[in-house]
């Protein structure tokens, strides 16, 4: 502590470097997860729906539907019959229901709508539908917005990434350095130690403690910021999307700011390591 507040400037510094970069470190993984809980809860609706033919066999239908449910990336098949169509139009749009009584038939088809484990393969799924004329009249596939969730959800981690990597080099480089100042002040007193047989880890051990409270305080700030962030943002955030179940976990959270902290810790101890080590050249 000492030696951390005979160079307070240099270490203060540094912990802020590192509280930045764990906050864009948090940040990111905070936002992948909140992109990764809109795919999800948008694959849990309904993705594609297949209209079907007024004169399609049911036998064939059945085996569509079983054919269907078999696959691995398809969570739900359900059936929608003729009759609960038009049950579904009557309840929604109840100011029109009275237009089903003045044709006095049932416009609505026969549907199977079709719920994705992964709506990546809902395209595909859709093409194969297609091909299926003989009972298949029509494909409705709603995976534009899903799509476009996970090209952003990409380019956040490839561009979470990079700003991650070159924040952790420079908080490396700036934490190196600090201790590294720490070990010049006291080069006499490392000396004298290392002549009366001091060993290194003797010698290197309080420098590797004072890179480890720097990443800790740095993470520490980290933490408590991303953990108010979120906690006041997802509030907000939820609201823009209410149409999506998605719900903030508590466990999340914590686990964000305990390991948050873990980072903070490991790079302050790994740059302390090495500022120390190049210096004593073991």
Do not use: C, H
């Amino acid at each position: 502590m000492s030696s951390f507040w005979r160079n307070r400037f240099t270490g203060f510094a540094a912990i802020i470097t590192t509280a930045i970069m764990l906050v864009a470190f948090g940040a990111l993984l905070a936002v992948n997860d909140t992109l990764d809980n809109m795919i999800a809860a948008l694959g849990r609706r309904t993705n594609l729906v297949a209209y079907l033919l007024d004169d399609a066999k049911p036998s064939e239908v059945s085996a569509l539907i079983k054919d269907l449910s078999a696959k691995p990336d398809v969570a739900e098949v359900i059936f929608v019959s003729r009759e609960d169509a038009a049950e579904a139009f009557r309840q929604t749009l109840s100011e029109l229901a009275q237009v089903l009584d003045v044709i006095e038939t049932n416009p609505f088809p026969a549907s199977i709508e079709v719920r994705m484990l992964d709506p990546s393969g809902a395209l595909r799924l859709a093409d194969d539908l297609r091909g299926k004329s003989s009972m298949v009249e029509q494909v409705l596939v709603r995976a534009d917005v899903v799509d476009r969730l996970q090209r952003i959800s990409r380019l956040t981690r490839i561009g979470g990434a990079v700003l991650v990597v070159g924040l952790g080099a420079v908080t490396l480089f700036v934490i190196f350095n600090t201790i590294r100042l720490a070990v010049y002040s006291r080069r006499e007193e490392i000396e004298i130690m290392k002549l009366i047989g001091a060993t290194d880890w003797f010698v290197r051990g309080p420098f590797v403690l004072e890179g480890a409270f720097i990443g800790l305080v740095g993470a520490g700030l980290a933490a408590l910021t991303v953990l108010i962030g979120y906690q006041r943002l997802s509030a907000t955030f939820n609201s823009l999307v209410a149409f999506l179940p998605i719900e903030t976990e508590t466990t999340f959270v914590t686990n964000l700011s305990l390991f948050t902290v873990l980072v903070g810790l490991v790079i302050g101890s790994v740059g302390s390591y090495f500022s120390v080590r190049r210096y004593l050249g073991a």
